[in-house]
């Protein structure tokens, strides 16, 4: 069973800001499995990021996704306010990490 | 475009079956797998299980004892159950479209609103 790690649990940024958000499987994950979610408080999570690199439909092009074998990378170059947030990676469908808390400083 | 919705009784008691529907509109459930995921309250996002279109299921391990899903595809209707529940399975419950590259799932792309289900007596 492959367990994911986000780090850190909770990042504080102000809008302007790069956020880097991590996320760490314990066995290597095929980058094609690799998905990143974003989720707002009372909403269903939303798909950002898929196969790593790809960004979904309508996400913009400030939201990035890098990385290989066991680290992952979720990176917002410029944050807005709307991107204030919880966001989860997971694998192969199945599994997420634990959450990273993006809040305004 | 495709829509997912979830229902069922948003109040289990403990030791029974928590039973919830997802009524797929818009589109077929043909070709695609359906996956279920809840949340505990003020925690993360927990993995159920997934069912393909063809029948095959997967479940996670720590709840497979427990779980069933399953699809009528004349109906367009995903199903999930979950027995002998107990306080630790109160939660919002997400139903979820996922896409696969071969037989191996990658994502979800759609999500229903999710509906709250609290176990208790």
């Known amino acids: 069973e492959i367990v994911l790690t986000q780090s850190p649990g909770t990042l504080s940024l102000s809008p302007g800001e790069r956020a880097t958000l991590s996320c760490r499987a314990s066995h290597s994950v095929s980058s094609s499995y690799l998905a990143w979610y974003q989720q707002k408080p009372g909403q269903a999570p939303r798909l950002l990021i898929y196969g790593t690199s790809n960004r979904a439909s309508g996400i913009p092009v400030r939201f990035s996704g890098s990385g290989s074998g066991t680290d992952f990378t979720l990176t917002i170059s410029r944050l807005e306010p709307e991107d204030f947030a919880v966001y989860y990676c997971?694998?192969?469908?199945?599994?997420f990490g634990q959450g990273t808390k993006l809040e305004i400083k | 475009q495709v829509q997912l919705q979830e229902s069922g009784p948003g109040l289990v008691k403990p030791s029974e079956t928590l039973s919830l529907t997802c009524t797929v509109s818009?589109?077929?459930?043909?070709?695609?797998?359906w996956t279920w995921i809840r949340q505990p309250p003020g925690k993360g996002l927990e993995w159920i299980g997934y069912?393909?279109?063809?029948?095959?299921?997967n479940y996670n391990p720590s709840l497979k004892s427990r779980v069933t899903i399953s699809v009528d595809t004349s109906k367009n209707q995903v199903f999930l159950k979950l027995s002998s529940v107990t306080a630790a399975d109160t939660a919002v419950y997400y139903c979820?479209?996922?896409?696969?590259?071969?037989?191996?799932?990658?994502?979800?792309?759609?999500w229903g609103k999710g509906t709250t289900v609290t176990v208790s007596s």
């Open positions: 997971q694998q192969y469908g199945t599994s």
């Open positions: 818009g589109g077929s459930i043909s070709t695609y797998y």
């Open positions: 979820a479209r996922s896409l696969t590259v071969g037989w191996l799932v990658t994502h979800v792309d759609v």
């Open positions: 069912m393909s279109y063809s029948g095959s299921t």
